[in-house]
């Protein structure tokens, strides 16, 4: 569930299905134009952006109730979904997939993983994304580029299935185990500690973060800025 610019809530399941209300008592519904199970979205001040099974995308702009689908080229199933502070769509979800889009059109930034990736969350351009083994990934840059950040040994049977920003720089994730995390920002460790956990208070025992998982460059001339143009 996600609440747009004016406060209406919008929730969403399965068989494409949206509802919304005003006042969390009365739910009226909306045409889909997707009949794939939505179970992740956002908002911010002019779009609301839901995703699921099988690729499926929907968006709407504004106060507009009108829904339009925007499925990625391929069919995994999408897992998380986040807007940046440039309004771009940012889903992520089976095998590694990272999707960016603008202008109307899909952006591929997977980068050769096959873990899951659970859940992304951006705070203006920096964003997170939670993964399986325990793995937690960051991009300073809109989601063209990502690094994978520190997170405590003994998190690789785990997954992390959810991500947020609280405040900027101020990020917590949760496992499957129910541990949380706290991101951390300190000279020698970008990453996130165990919550209540002094053995990760000096960032020691961090798992550092492997410069190979990089996403390949991409021309400036691809990456259109006016992103509300959808």
Known sequence: ATADSEGIIWVFGEGGIILNSSD???????????????????????????????????????????????PTPTE??????????????V?????????????GNWLDRTFGLSIDFNDVDFEGERGLIAADEGRIFGSEDGGLNWEERNT????????????????ANRGYAITSEGQILNRVVRAGC????LEGDPRHAEGDRARPHDDRHRAPPVDGAQRGRDSRDW
């Open 24 to 70: 969390m008592q009365t739910w009226e519904p909306s045409d889909s134009p997707t009949t794939s199970d939505l179970w992740t979205s956002d908002s911010n001040d002019n779009v609301v952006v839901a995703a699921g099974s099988t690729g499926a995308v929907i968006l709407k702009s504004g106060e507009s109730n009108t829904w339009t689908s925007y």
């Open 76 to 89: 995994a199933d999408l897992l998380g979904v986040a807007i940046t502070g440039e309004g771009v769509v």
């Open 91 to 103: 889903a992520v979800g089976e095998n590694g997939a990272i999707w960016i889009l603008e202008n």
């Open 152 to 167: 405590p040994e003994g998190l690789t049977d785990s997954t992390i299935i959810s991500i947020d920003y609280y405040i």
């Open 190 to 193: 970008n990453g996130f500690e």
